[in-house]
């Protein structure tokens, strides 16, 4: 399906994992985008969906000139549902070191900007340390890289909630799959056991892209330890930002400083290597 959108043409459609697992892509194509620029990918958090990033991905295609995909891991919005081997406790390398990859290379897509957002950014960094040579940037929004005893009482206190059936109807509406397998595996795998002395910490030094982390001061899930932890240990050269007044979502809860940020990087650490 194609649909034009002011400067850019959107492009939906399915893309086959290597283990035949179908999953839900959105391409948007910027006319203005140069020969041989990386093309921007959001990644959603644990709960979320192309659908759930709203019109953050398009605006920030539209402005900084580049091409961007979208798309729905396994279990989320529009893709097919999740399997065994993504119910685990090694979920999140399974999706950074093997279908992110497969949908590249299913998509003809040579090197990326990894936008992602939570379990997305976690991704993306543990991606970047992987395939250095692919992933020219990172933008790195709520990621987490070790285990916080704030991460454990921010999931506590979602899934012990009385309102926990009303967000389970309001995220159904952005997932064709059932709800409850993803849902589940969010405090099944973090607040297990197995998964207390997980950390990533030991990879960040093979992260050799420039980096933006981005966190809101206020956030639910995490201190800001994270954020001094991910700059510490990359390789690369790394930039910061805690907002003020903001939450787990800065991209939505201070939606225009975000968006900024992530133009203002963009420009100065990729596209001026491009032009």
């Known amino acids: 399906m194609l649909v034009s959108q002011d400067r850019l043409i959107i492009r939906c459609e ?8 179908q999953l839900h892509v959105q391409f948007m194509q910027n006319p203005e985008a140069a020969a041989g620029q990386p093309v921007l990918v959001f990644l959603h958090e ?12 398009r605006q920030i295609a539209e402005k900084s000139g580049c091409n961007a995909l979208v798309y729905d891991r396994l279990g989320h919005g529009g893709s097919g549902p999740l399997s065994e081997e993504l119910a685990g406790i090694d979920y999140l390398f399974r999706e950074s070191w093997e279908n992110l990859p497969a949908v590249l290379d299913a998509c003809r897509i040579g090197q990326a900007v990894l936008i992602g957002h939570s379990d997305g950014g976690t991704i993306a960094l543990m991606a970047a340390a992987k ?4 992933i020219k940037a990172v933008i790195a929004e709520a990621a987490h890289v070790l285990v916080e005893e704030e991460t454990l009482r921010g999931i506590r206190a ?3 909630s009385s309102q926990v059936a009303e967000l389970k109807a309001r995220l159904g509406r952005y997932h064709q799959q059932d709800i409850e397998p993803i849902f589940n595996r969010w405090p099944r795998v973090w607040l297990s056991e197995a998964f207390a002395n997980w950390n990533i910490e030991s990879l960040l030094t093979d992260v050799l892209c420039p980096l933006l982390v981005i966190q809101g001061e ?4 995490a201190t800001r330890g994270q954020v001094e932890a991910i700059a510490r ?3 690369g050269r790394a930039e910061t930002l805690l907002i003020e007044n903001c939450r787990h979502i800065p991209h939505f809860q201070t939606a225009e400083i975000f968006c900024d940020a992530t133009l203002d990087f963009l420009r100065r650490q990729v596209l001026a290597d491009c032009c």
């Not at 395939?131 to 692919?134: G, I, M, S």
């Open 14 to 21: 399915k893309v086959r994992l290597p283990g035949g697992q």
């Open 46 to 57: 644990a709960l979320g969906s192309v659908a759930m990033w709203k019109d953050v991905p």
């Open 131 to 134: 395939f250095p040579q692919r």
């Open 158 to 160: 979602v899934v012990e």
């Open 218 to 221: 206020e956030d639910e899930f």
């Open 233 to 235: 240990g990359v390789s």
